[in-house]
């Protein structure tokens, strides 16, 4: 299964974990009146997510109902993990600062950071150094070079 999920995918899969179950007509009817969006484009999502394991229907012929195969909290952590991974290790800890900056939080998420930077804080290094360029680069250039 293919998790990676596009921003537009994105809008398809709120409306279904919200429903827990919906039919294209119902996304349709939703998406349309908070998007531009025509009922063709929300069809080529639906088949994109289809097609990736990420929801399934129950096989009717008309008025398919539509269910996600994973959870919005198993999305969300790998969509941000992914992400995460895939910026310079030393700039991630700034990344998050900012967007937790702009994040609306309830009080229990604040505590469950408190305590999870807590118990990070006693053995995290003093720096992250940037994995950018793998380490011995510099040979593989080098050997190229001479041929």
Do not use: F
């Not at 290790?89 to 700034?94: E, L, N, T």
């Amino acid at each position: 299964m293919n998790t990676t999920i596009s921003t537009s995918e994105w809008q398809i899969m709120r409306v279904i974990w919200t429903l827990g179950e919906a039919t294209s007509n119902q996304i349709i009817r939703i998406l349309c009146a908070e998007t531009d969006w025509q009922p063709s484009t929300v069809k080529t999502l639906i088949t994109r997510l289809i097609k990736k394991g990420i929801i399934s229907h129950n096989g009717a012929a008309r008025d398919r109902i539509y269910t996600a195969t994973i959870t919005e909290k198993v999305a969300m952590v790998d969509t941000l993990s992914t992400t995460l991974h895939e910026m310079c290790a030393m700039c991630v800890g700034d990344a998050l600062v900012n967007a937790l900056a702009d994040t609306p939080l309830s009080q229990t998420d604040i505590s469950h950071l408190q305590a999870l930077l807590a118990k990070k804080s006693k053995t995290a290094p003093p720096t992250i150094a940037c994995n950018c360029i793998p380490k011995g680069w510099e040979a593989c250039h080098d050997d190229r070079e001479k041929k």
